[in-house]
């Protein structure tokens, strides 16, 4: 009997148990479906293994002997650029040399002029040669040293000369090496025979950053003594001085470069400069013990050791990559043997993997010998532990009763040609299977096989269930909706649709079937429909207005597999809202019309309204320039007319005669002192609205002041039977005008006085306050009602009453007061009750440099019993017109700032200032 590819079954033998299930095969010959690999593949591995250790040997030993000859081919390159770096050592100290030799020439060819001159000649013939030598760049100074001491010089001798000179002449070379402060020199010296017989000698300081040359900026050149001493050096560092041991900068021995200079010169690459590998040159400058050392870069030749590189590159390059593609030729073979081998391990796993985890397995159905082979995964998926062979009858065991015969049947029927295709349920546990087989093809004819599949399908069950609940409680959603609902498919058929739709469109029962196209449900519906609003082609929200008046609004949504949702919303509300906001919007235009009319009505009132305020402002202004001058016009005879009555009223030149004549003199001289406090008051205004005012404020007693006040309007106050008292004791020194501040309690003690019926009481009070020093003057007098307070202080301003008609006045005294007050920086305020009294608060600084400020002032509280006190509002009047007239009066008001104003009752002595 055939066995299956992919699952593992027994054997009937009766040791079938004990043996390892068999691969399944086609045929009666078997074969071992894990058949033993272990050892070709490690035999494999072991090959493999040796070709790559020969490869690594021989790359190894071939790469040596290449690097061999590579590090020969450097040393040669290497040699030859020390070579010509000792050359060009050897070349910098002959030039070295030529430099001292012509310093040396120039001393011996001066000293053979003076072998044959005079004494008498030789300073003068000196002097000529030492300023040729010394106009040389080599030439530091230069000078001749005679026998007796005598040194002839150009310019001043050098400290040591004779000593220097000595140690010169003492060198086999006439030439040594000197380092002073920081500067190197070498001195030359040449003995010089005189005609006397005598010997002198010339000796010259040579520079020696001069003496060497320049070797280029990426070449280090230096001068150094025996010792090693660095004398010179180029390009100059500031690090390096002279006398520096230039050895041990260079990473090198001193005697090193001792063996290299007495061997004629030479060079090596072992020099460090700084962690720079660099080459290094010595060469002796002939006949003396100096020294020129080269210190470059290494300079190979780039052009010869590119060339060797290739060449040995070349060499080991193309033999690896011959043994290369040999190896990969071995490998690709090898490569392709173990991936056909691992195609056929991973087809096989991966279909084990895909029957197992597609939860399904596979049946084996001999109808013949009646026996079913069950793979493992389906095994678990019955309830049995592990593949088994069972038979017909225990195999059908395995599933529900209502399942068992249908399954027969279907399996009787296979051999036929029909194919199985059931869905049956496990009796073991609670999982449907969808048993799929049919013939295996190929079979002999006395051999036939049933091989099937069975698939879990529990999840789709659940899921199918789970579906019909989802649409049973999507219909009972929809049944229950306010608006109308109605799907369609992507052919534009009717597929679900809800009662609303139905009601609204008057549909009776079935007359709306699944499946409906929608042409034939649009006509269904049309004769409900009276008229549709905005349903033209693109747009997907339109309107319905039904035969029974009522709305709908319309909106069709495309759904994700190509179909229709139309959702209608019942509007009837919404459109008679619309119909009543129609109107209201015609009422609101008529509205805005009229309010577009009276607007321009008010800005016609508006611009008539700036026009006579312009009028009146100047009117205004022109009345206050009328005022400054007929006052000033009306008190030259006023002055006249009071003189000469008072002098007439006192018969200081005889008696007037009858006596009436006295008596019109009184009133003569009562009228003319009444209207000049007039013209006085209006003075006093113009000078403040003209801001001509000028206050000079000095440290002031006011309790003085006060009382003088008082001695002024008492008279009048016994006339009329007043109590007037003053408690202004205790008061500090105030900075105010004098004059000012006496006029404004004048004005406030008459007032008072004036206003006050007989037997009344006149209190003056003065105390500390918050803010400064605060003066009250209280009455019981007729008081003033609440609305006429903010009229007070106004120019010209009379509260009208039955209880003031008969009190004269002008006005002015209270704005007169007031703008005196705020011209201290203070502030004047009234409280008062109609028939009861008048308290009138001035709060004053007590230094005018600290003005009270305008939003501190809240009240004024006394003993008046009073709590508020209301004060008068400046309605934005300027400060240098505090009473609201206008301030632009004229600079020629005809008045001085010298006029005196006093009071009519004002005594003649403190009138006149005593």
């Not at 500067?183 to 010296?189: E, K």
């Not at 219909?475 to 009601?503: C, G, I, T, Y």
Request: charged share 25%; hydrophobic share 40%; with cysteine.
């Amino acid at each position: 009997m055939n066995q299956m590819r992919f699952d593992h079954r027994p054997s009937k033998a009766p040791a079938a148990k004990d043996r390892t299930p068999q691969s399944p095969s086609r045929g009666s010959k078997g074969r071992d479906r894990n058949p033993p690999t272990d050892k070709p593949a490690k035999k494999r591995g072991s090959g493999v293994s040796w070709i790559i250790l020969a490869m690594v040997l021989f790359t190894l030993a071939y790469g040596g002997i290449l690097l061999v000859k590579i590090q020969q081919e450097r040393e040669i390159l290497i040699t030859e650029a020390e070579r010509s770096q000792a050359n060009a050592a050897g070349y910098l100290a002959e030039r070295v040399t030529a430099r001292i030799a012509e310093a040396r020439y120039a001393l011996a060819f001066a000293a053979a002029d003076l072998r044959d001159a005079s004494p008498q000649s030789v300073e003068g013939l000196t002097r000529a040669r030492l300023a040729a030598i010394n106009e040389s760049e080599l030439v530091t100074d230069v000078a001749l040293l005679l026998p007796g001491g005598q040194v002839i010089a150009v310019g001043t001798p050098a400290d040591g000369l004779r000593d220097i000179t000595g140690a010169a002449l003492d060198a086999p070379s006439g030439l040594t090496a000197q380092v002073t402060g920081g500067v190197a020199h070498l001195i030359l010296a040449v003995p010089t025979p005189l005609s006397d017989g005598t010997v002198g000698a010339f000796v010259a300081r040579l520079s020696t950053e001069s003496a060497l040359p320049d070797w280029g900026d990426d070449r280090v050149v230096a001068l150094a003594d025996a010792q090693g001493g660095m004398l010179a050096i180029r390009p100059r560092m500031p690090s390096a001085r002279p006398g520096t041991q230039l050895a041990e900068r260079f990473g090198l021995q001193p005697g090193f470069i001792d063996s290299l200079a007495a061997g004629g010169g030479g060079a090596t690459s072992d020099a460090r400069f700084g962690e720079e590998r660099v080459t290094f040159a010595v060469a002796p400058i002939t006949g003396t013990e100096l020294r020129v050392y080269a210190l470059g870069a290494m300079r190979i030749n780039q052009d010869a050791w590119y060339r060797t590189i290739s060449f040995y590159g070349l060499m080991f390059i193309a033999p690896i990559f011959v043994a290369l593609g040999l190896c990969a030729l071995v490998f690709m073979q090898m490569g392709r043997l173990r991936s056909t081998r691992q195609q056929l391990e991973d087809n096989e796993q991966r279909f084990r993997v895909a029957i197992e985890g597609a939860r399904c397995g596979v049946w084996d159905w001999n109808p013949e010998a009646d026996t079913v082979f069950v793979t493992d995964s389906l095994a678990r998926i019955l309830g049995l532990d592990a593949a088994t062979e069972c038979t017909g009858q225990q195999f059908l065991q395995l599933f529900s009763k209502p399942d068992r015969e249908r399954l027969r049947a279907a399996m009787r029927g296979a051999p036929a040609g029909a194919e199985v295709d059931h869905e049956v349920l496990a009796a073991r546990s609670p999982v449907w299977l969808q048993m799929r087989g049919r013939i295996l093809p190929g079979g002999e004819a006395n051999h036939t096989r049933i091989i099937g599949v069975a698939i879990d399908v529990t999840e789709r069950k659940g899921a199918q269930a789970r579906v019909a609940a989802a649409e049973n409680r999507l219909r009972a959603a929809l049944e229950s909706m306010s608006e109308s609902f109605v799907l369609w498919d992507s052919r534009q058929r009717l597929v679900l649709w809800n009662r609303k739709f139905r009601d609204l469109f008057d549909f009776t029962d079935g007359m709306l079937k699944p499946g409906m196209s929608y042409d034939a449900v649009e006509q269904a519906a049309a004769r409900a429909i009276k008229t549709v609003h905005g349903g033209s082609e693109g747009k997907a929200a339109y309107e319905i207005e039904l035969s029974n008046g009522r709305w709908l609004h319309y909106s069709d949504r495309p759904t994700a597999d190509g179909g229709l949702v139309s959702v209608g919303a019942d509007i009837t509300d919404l459109k008679h809202h619309e119909a009543a906001l129609t109107e209201n919007e015609s009422q609101l235009r008529k509205t805005v019309d009229d309010v577009k009319r009276s607007q321009a009505r008010i800005a016609d009132l508006a611009k008539k309204y700036e026009e006579e305020k312009i009028r009146a402002e100047e009117a205004n202004r022109s009345k206050s320039e009328f005022l400054a001058n007929m006052s000033h016009e009306l008190r030259t005879p006023l002055n006249a007319i009071n003189g000469f009555s008072e002098i007439m009223m006192q018969e200081m030149f005889g008696p007037l005669g009858d006596d009436r004549y006295v008596g019109y003199m009184k009133d003569i001289l009562s009228s003319g002192r009444h209207l000049l406090e007039l013209i006085n008051d209006i003075l006093d205004m113009s000078k403040i609205e003209a801001g001509k005012m000028q206050l000079q404020p000095e440290p002031t007693d006011a309790s003085e002041l006060v009382e003088q006040s008082i001695r002024i309007v008492r008279g009048r106050a016994e006339e009329k039977q007043l109590k007037l008292r003053a408690d202004v004791s205790d008061l500090p020194e105030i900075e105010v005008d004098p004059r000012a501040f006496k006029q404004v309690m004048i004005n406030l003690v008459s007032n008072a006085v004036k206003f006050t019926p007989e037997g009344g009481r006149v209190t003056v009070r003065g105390f500390l306050s918050g803010l400064g020093v605060a003066f009250q003057v209280s009455d019981t007098g007729i008081g003033i009602a609440k609305d006429d307070l903010p009229r007070l202080g106004r120019p010209f301003e009379q509260i009208e009453s039955q209880h003031s008609k008969s009190f004269q006045g002008s006005g002015l005294g209270l704005a007169l007061s007031k703008s005196l007050i705020e011209l201290h920086g203070g502030t004047l305020s009234i409280d008062s009750v109609l028939g009861e009294g008048t308290t009138v608060s001035v709060v004053l600084p007590i230094s005018q440099d600290q003005p009270i400020p305008r939003d501190a002032i809240k009240s004024v509280t006394g003993d008046s019993g009073h709590d508020d006190v209301d004060t008068i509002e400046d309605d934005g009047i300027d400060t240098h017109a505090p009473l609201g007239l206008s301030a632009s009066l004229p600079t020629d008001d005809g008045f001085d700032v010298d006029d005196e104003f006093v009071d009519s009752e004002t005594p003649p002595r403190f009138a006149a200032g005593e």
